[in-house]
């Protein structure tokens, strides 16, 4: 590990380099406290060698900035110098200090101190990365949490806009039967203008004008444009939410016999807003695909990650394909989708990594790395597994096999 | 143009709007009565005579598939039809299996298939009576048949078709009494 020594005495110093090249650390030495704090600054030392008294900054003012830091990995210290009275090591610990070598030092007491320190050190490590995993798996969750209540919460809502979508669309088709068949009724009563207008030339002539103010021949012309309009629309909002709820098919705990062509399709549909968004040419080819006893939302969130994963792989205008056909590979019938994207691929000493928990390449803090880890259990629960093919710079295919049954489940109606 | 009679058809939901909708669409085909409730429902069918009744399944206090299962006890004439969302799919197709609702419509519904539905419905509701009006009149003239046989000579030796009459007898009377099917 990474050493930093503090000594202004050139030949201990030297001494102390030499030892811990030695034992296999990389040294950095500082001939003040005040260099040693800058050299501290700009690197990540585990492990801290510093005299006391030295000029610039002394030993203990070192120790204090180092403790001070407010973030940082655990630093180890230990404090090498002549003073030797009880009161000085009290002194040294209170600064921080973790341990007390005294000069002159003996080789195998400075080298079993400071191997105590790396175990100190290995602990920590662990620690820190066991903190940073919980952390992880607990925004995780809170994530999954979320994507949970909200999909009850879109699904609840879906029912409280399904009575409303009901009866406009219901009110519009009843517009456009009646509204036309007023208008007839109109139509006669024109019919009677000429002989109107000699008996009352004023009402006429006001009628005239109304009907050139309102631009009557637009609004007869725009009406059954108006009603076929708002019921195409309506429809729309109706897909939506049929999509919503497919997906995520809430309604069903339990293995159930799916359309996985359906499936994916309103995967699609529910990422419609990002393939836009990237100009992403969307390339499907649908085999015609036998049920699939399976969890449907749980494949639909495997869809929802592969296909996401690929729209951010890709740049804007490229082509993405969705495939499925049937299957022969795995010891049992069973099914492949496979999705193509052209992007920038994934690099060779990332492949075995990247279905491991955490494993990300995207910056910090966005994506938690779980996203293909969750997918590999779900394939795997299913009796299937998940391949992926890639090369920098030309794109990435990933490929799901499914068998028509999981080992050992039958359908729980 | 001949007067037909139109056929009355029930409408249940506890959504006022909706209730409004539906009588716009269909007041010109049919007699159209509506309720926000089943209790009201069951009100309704006491005072009317009701082909078809269509109901929502997400009511409170009662849901469509329960009012639809008093209905075919009270009045199994009426032909019964249920309008779901999805969340409430299974217990809507379970009881469409078990023979108990003639068929469900989702929500949002299309108006034209809508009026299909109503259409063959009510054709159902036509069949189902006009079965139990033959099956009235050929009991009535089975009843009918009863003191003729009665009134057939019995003696010992008597021709076969005297035998035959008496069997005929016994099974007319158990038939008639419900005995049998």
Same mark, same amino acid.
């Given at each position: 590990?990474?050493?930093?020594?503090?000594?202004?005495?050139?030949?201990?110093?030297?001494?102390?380099?030499?030892?811990?090249?030695?034992?296999?650390?990389?040294?950095?030495?500082?001939?003040?406290?005040?260099?040693?704090?800058?050299?501290?600054?700009?690197?990540?030392?585990?492990?801290?060698?510093?005299?006391?008294?030295?000029?610039?900054?002394?030993?203990?003012?070192?120790?204090?900035?180092?403790?001070?830091?407010?973030?940082?990995?655990?630093?180890?210290?230990?404090?090498?110098?002549?003073?030797?009275?009880?009161?000085?090591?009290?002194?040294?610990?209170?600064?921080?200090?973790?341990?007390?070598?005294?000069?002159?030092?003996?080789?195998?007491?400075?080298?079993?101190?400071?191997?105590?320190?790396?175990?100190?050190?290995?602990?920590?490590?662990?620690?820190?990365?066991?903190?940073?995993?919980?952390?992880?798996?607990?925004?995780?969750?809170?994530?999954?949490?979320?994507?949970?209540?909200?999909?009850?919460?879109?699904?609840?809502?879906?029912?409280?806009?399904?009575?409303?979508?009901?009866?406009?669309?219901?009110?519009?088709?009843?517009?456009?039967?009646?509204?036309?068949?007023?208008?007839?009724?109109?139509?006669?009563?024109?019919?009677?203008?000429?002989?109107?207008?000699?008996?009352?030339?004023?009402?006429?002539?006001?009628?005239?004008?109304?009907?050139?103010?309102?631009?009557?021949?637009?609004?007869?012309?725009?009406?059954?444009?108006?009603?076929?309009?708002?019921?195409?629309?309506?429809?729309?909002?109706?897909?939506?939410?049929?999509?919503?709820?497919?997906?995520?098919?809430?309604?069903?705990?339990?293995?159930?016999?799916?359309?996985?062509?359906?499936?994916?399709?309103?995967?699609?549909?529910?990422?419609?807003?990002?393939?836009?968004?990237?100009?992403?040419?969307?390339?499907?080819?649908?085999?015609?695909?036998?049920?699939?006893?399976?969890?449907?939302?749980?494949?639909?969130?495997?869809?929802?990650?592969?296909?996401?994963?690929?729209?951010?792989?890709?740049?804007?205008?490229?082509?993405?394909?969705?495939?499925?056909?049937?299957?022969?590979?795995?010891?049992?019938?069973?099914?492949?989708?496979?999705?193509?994207?052209?992007?920038?691929?994934?690099?060779?000493?990332?492949?075995?990594?990247?279905?491991?928990?955490?494993?990300?390449?995207?910056?910090?803090?966005?994506?938690?790395?779980?996203?293909?880890?969750?997918?590999?259990?779900?394939?795997?629960?299913?009796?299937?597994?998940?391949?992926?093919?890639?090369?920098?710079?030309?794109?990435?295919?990933?490929?799901?096999?499914?068998?028509?049954?999981?080992?050992?489940?039958?359908?729980?109606? | 143009?001949?007067?037909?009679?139109?056929?009355?058809?029930?409408?249940?939901?506890?959504?006022?709007?909706?209730?409004?909708?539906?009588?716009?669409?269909?007041?010109?085909?049919?007699?159209?009565?509506?309720?926000?409730?089943?209790?009201?429902?069951?009100?309704?069918?006491?005072?009317?005579?009701?082909?078809?009744?269509?109901?929502?399944?997400?009511?409170?206090?009662?849901?469509?598939?329960?009012?639809?299962?008093?209905?075919?006890?009270?009045?199994?004439?009426?032909?019964?039809?249920?309008?779901?969302?999805?969340?409430?799919?299974?217990?809507?197709?379970?009881?469409?299996?078990?023979?108990?609702?003639?068929?469900?419509?989702?929500?949002?519904?299309?108006?034209?298939? +809508? *009026?299909?539905? &109503?259409? #063959?419905?009510?054709? !159902?509701?036509?069949?189902? $009576?006009?079965?139990?009006? /033959? @099956?009235?009149?050929?009991?009535?003239?089975?009843?009918?048949?009863?003191? +003729? *046989?009665?009134? &057939?000579? #019995?003696?010992?030796? !008597?021709?076969?078709?005297? $035998?035959?009459?008496?069997? /005929? @007898?016994?099974?007319?009377?158990?038939?008639?009494?419900?005995?049998?099917?």
């Amino acid at each position: 590990m990474k050493v930093l020594i503090a000594e202004d005495e050139p030949v201990s110093r030297h001494l102390l380099l030499n030892y811990l090249r030695q034992w296999g650390h990389q040294v950095v030495a500082a001939p003040d406290g005040a260099a040693a704090w800058r050299l501290f600054e700009d690197g990540e030392f585990p492990l801290v060698l510093s005299d006391w008294v030295m000029p610039e900054m002394d030993g203990l003012e070192l120790i204090r900035q180092i403790r001070g830091r407010p973030t940082g990995a655990y630093v180890y210290i230990i404090l090498l110098t002549a003073k030797a009275q009880k009161q000085d090591v009290i002194e040294g610990l209170e600064a921080g200090a973790n341990d007390f070598v005294t000069k002159p030092f003996d080789r195998g007491e400075l080298r079993v101190r400071v191997r105590a320190g790396e175990r100190i050190i290995e602990l920590e490590q662990a620690l820190a990365a066991q903190n940073r995993a919980l952390r992880e798996t607990q925004a995780a969750l809170v994530q999954t949490e979320k994507l949970a209540s909200l999909g009850q919460l879109a699904a609840g809502m879906a029912h409280e806009i399904n009575n409303p979508i009901a009866y406009v669309a219901n009110n519009l088709a009843v517009l456009r039967r009646d509204v036309p068949a007023a208008l007839q009724v109109f139509d006669k009563y024109r019919e009677g203008r000429e002989p109107l207008r000699t008996v009352a030339p004023d009402l006429v002539a006001e009628a005239e004008r109304m009907e050139k103010d309102i631009d009557l021949a637009y609004i007869r012309d725009s009406l059954p444009r108006l009603f076929e309009r708002s019921l195409d629309g309506l429809k729309r909002v109706r897909d939506i939410i049929k999509n919503l709820r497919d997906f995520a098919r809430l309604d069903e705990a339990n293995f159930k016999e799916a359309d996985l062509n359906a499936s994916l399709q309103s995967t699609l549909e529910i990422v419609g807003h990002e393939i836009k968004k990237n100009a992403i040419q969307m390339r499907t080819d649908f085999a015609l695909l036998p049920p699939v006893l399976c969890h449907p939302g749980k494949i639909n969130q495997v869809f929802l990650n592969i296909l996401m994963n690929a729209i951010q792989a890709s740049p804007s205008g490229a082509v993405i394909e969705a495939r499925t056909r049937v299957d022969e590979t795995l010891s049992t019938f069973g099914v492949a989708i496979e999705f193509q994207d052209n992007g920038c691929g994934i690099k060779p000493e990332h492949l075995p990594h990247l279905f491991d928990p955490f494993f990300t390449t995207k910056p910090v803090g966005q994506g938690t790395g779980l996203g293909l880890s969750v997918s590999y259990g779900i394939i795997r629960d299913h009796g299937g597994i998940i391949e992926v093919e890639s090369a920098v710079g030309r794109g990435t295919l990933f490929r799901i096999r499914l068998p028509l049954r999981p080992p050992g489940e039958t359908a729980t109606e | 143009m001949t007067e037909t009679i139109r056929h009355s058809i029930l409408l249940v939901d506890d959504e006022p709007e909706i209730l409004f909708s539906l009588r716009g669409l269909l007041r010109k085909e049919f007699e159209v009565h509506t309720a926000q409730s089943g209790a009201e429902a069951m009100n309704i069918l006491k005072q009317q005579p009701i082909n078809v009744i269509m109901t929502d399944q997400r009511m409170p206090e009662m849901s469509g598939v329960q009012l639809l299962h008093q209905v075919e006890g009270e009045y199994p004439q009426a032909i019964r039809i249920v309008f779901t969302g999805y969340a409430d799919i299974k217990a809507v197709i379970d009881a469409v299996n078990q023979g108990h609702i003639y068929r469900y419509i989702t929500k949002p519904w299309d108006p034209d298939e +809508l *009026l299909s539905v &109503l259409r #063959q419905a009510c054709a !159902a509701h036509d069949r189902l $009576a006009g079965h139990q009006r /033959l @099956l009235a009149e050929l009991r009535g003239y089975l009843g009918d048949c009863v003191p +003729l *046989l009665k009134g &057939l000579p #019995q003696q010992e030796g !008597a021709s076969p078709l005297a $035998a035959r009459g008496g069997e /005929l @007898l016994t099974r007319l009377e158990r038939v008639l009494s419900g005995q049998d099917t």
